[in-house]
């Protein structure tokens, strides 16, 4: 449903030592330690020097060490002036490869230095030192490279927000009207989604002069994947009627084979469907694993709860077969579908709205119009939760046979 969303991959590489060391200055192991001190005062961005002997790396001194630790006092360099640096070389310096990537790189040396005393480190390649890297150097790097990945990932988070935000518009333009009349049949739906992108759906269909078809849906889980099935279901279900199937369980089980092949048992979507006979007064139906479905009889004003399955959900197993069932459906009738969206609605010490809230919802609004009646039902959930967004999708799909 979302389309590719692209995005510079330079955001996303991230910089090696090799990319911000500097070149270091080598001095030779045996250097007096004058000639080193003075090497640093005539330099005084010099923070360490590598000592090298025919081009092969033998240890370090640095300027901190130099002078903080062995020259500090007064007659340290009348004492150690002639003596070779290697004598002060720096017992345990901080050694990197070129390749460490300064993300790395800055565990690497909190682990080694936690207070962060270290002022430089040298980068080292087999035997051959390399360069150096000062840490203010490094801190730097690592700011920069936060701030541009802070950026590509605004910029990705926006153009997925714009992408989401199309992707839902798509889904809605994919559901019928909410209100529609066929025969002295109302019908009336709504839905609300937990995200920008929901699992739920419905839909009706006209097959034949006295037939309408009714079906409400539910994927696992919300969001772009549950979005995509609902999509896959939808197109599959309008493709099984373009080439005639029209019963409950072939559409079920044609649906089921579309899902199977798209979702590999990732996601289930379960499913009712029912078909309405206005010329006989029946509806068949069929149920894949979805929430039992009420009708309120008008003759007996008793409202019974459709307490049969007739195969597991969409997409648990392809070869799945599902029964079909029929019961009368006489003018002064009403069949309500649901997803499980509104029993399983809960506010803040837990407690669920239920079925019992939900059948007193059913029967108080039986006067009013199908339309009127699940668009009241998704409010009283709201209200129930108590929160702006309820926690899963819950859709009403109602149908009611209008005396003639």
Do not use: W
């Not at 004492?79 to 070129?98: A, H, T």
């Not at 008793?302 to 029929?326: A, C, D, I, N, W």
């Amino acid at each position: 449903m979302l389309g590719t969303i692209g995005v510079d991959e330079s955001h996303y590489f991230i910089p090696c030592l090799r990319d911000i060391m500097m070149m270091a200055k080598e001095i030779h192991p045996d250097s007096k330690v004058k000639e080193v001190v003075e090497v640093f005062r005539e330099d005084t961005s010099l923070l360490v020097l590598p000592l090298v002997v025919d081009g092969t790396f033998a240890g370090s001194i640095s300027r901190k060490n130099l002078f903080f630790q062995h020259l500090s006092r007064k007659f340290a360099l009348d004492l150690y002036s002639n003596k070779p640096i290697v004598d002060l070389k720096d017992d345990k310096p901080v050694l990197m490869g070129p390749d460490q990537d300064i993300a790395g790189a800055l565990t690497t040396l909190m682990d080694r230095d936690p207070l962060l005393e270290t002022d430089c480190f040298l980068i080292v390649e087999g035997e051959r030192c390399v360069g150096v890297v000062s840490v203010s150097d490094l801190m730097v790097r690592i700011s920069e490279f936060q701030r541009s990945l802070l950026d590509a990932l605004r910029s990705m988070g926006a153009r997925i927000r714009e992408e989401v935000t199309h992707a839902s518009r798509i889904q809605q333009d994919l559901l019928p009207a909410p209100k529609f009349c066929f025969k002295g049949i109302q019908v009336g739906a709504c839905i609300t989604t937990s995200t920008e992108i929901g699992g739920d759906f419905y839909d009706y269909f006209v097959c034949g002069d006295n037939r309408l078809g009714l079906i409400i849906a539910d994927v696992s889980g919300h969001g772009v994947q549950s979005g995509m099935v609902t999509t896959a279901a939808k197109a599959s279900l309008h493709t099984l009627l373009s080439l005639g199937v029209a019963t409950p369980t072939e559409l079920l089980s044609g649906m089921n084979r579309a899902i199977s092949a798209t979702t590999r048992r990732r996601l289930l979507m379960t499913c009712f469907i029912a078909v309405i006979d206005t010329e006989n007064k029946r509806f068949c139906y069929a149920n894949a694993g979805h929430n039992f479905p009420y009708v309120f009889r008008g003759r007996s004003n008793e409202l019974e709860m459709l307490q049969k399955v007739s195969g597991f959900p969409l997409g648990f197993e392809e070869e799945t077969r599902f029964h079909e069932y029929s019961t009368e459906f006489e003018e002064g009738d009403i069949l309500v579908l649901y997803t499980d969206g509104i029993v399983e609605c809960r506010r803040a010490d837990e407690e669920e709205f239920g079925y019992e809230r939900m059948e007193r919802l059913i029967r108080q609004d039986l006067a009013r119009p199908p339309y009127e009646s699940a668009h009241a039902m998704l409010e009283s959930t709201r209200e129930f939760s108590a929160t702006p967004t309820l926690e899963d999708a819950a859709t009403v799909l109602i149908a009611a046979y209008s005396p003639g």
